[in-house]
């Protein structure tokens, strides 16, 4: 697809899919776009060999908007990276068309220790089929496929296949009352005093 088309088309994305988003010229402000466009701009760099090239540009994009795309991985299109915030997609990973990623959300690989011992180009992070939501902080990890038009919720840990149209969510929060308030205090009071705020 020539380049301007695929560019005008990852403006539409984001008009279409984020409601805050009045026009194409707003469009343009958002920062999931300048992420892809960079991307789409290191990804031919990186399998043409100018891996190093391919990773400043990738580098710069992720100083300018928070979202580290690696160069190695392949996009689809009309993805949208809804906020950009934190997200990480590792050298391996796959994203299909139509896909949607919510802030701090990881396609990641299982780790080094476990990664080193994997045979040269074997693939370490997911693949994510088209139509798929992955919404915010949730981590995806390892050599697994999402499958189209699944939903990955919020702060949810996966690491393994996911059926095409399934569902996966982490627990919801559960309030607190009476009796249990005292061990709610409890916990709050270690953990802050734990340091992970």
Sequence with gaps: MNALRLMAEDIRTVVDRDPSVRDRAEALLHPGLPAVWTHRVAHPLHRRGHRRLA????????????????PG??????????????????????????????????????????DNGRAPGERRHPIVGAHVVVGANATVLGPIT??????????????????????VLAPAAVPTTGADRRDAVDLLRSTASAGCW
């Design 55 to 70: 990773r400043l540009l990738c580098m710069l994009a992720r100083v300018w908007t928070g979202v580290e795309l690696h």
């Design 146 to 167: 999402i499958g189209d038009r699944a939903v990955v919720g919020a702060q949810a840990l996966v690491i393994h296949d996911v059926p095409t149209g399934t569902r």
């Design 73 to 114: 991985a392949r996009i689809g299109r009309r993805v949208f990276i809804d906020h950009g915030a934190g997200v990480v997609v590792g050298e391996t990973a796959e994203i299909g068309d139509d896909v949607t990623l919510y802030h701090q959300v990881t396609l990641g690989a299982v780790g080094w220790w476990r």
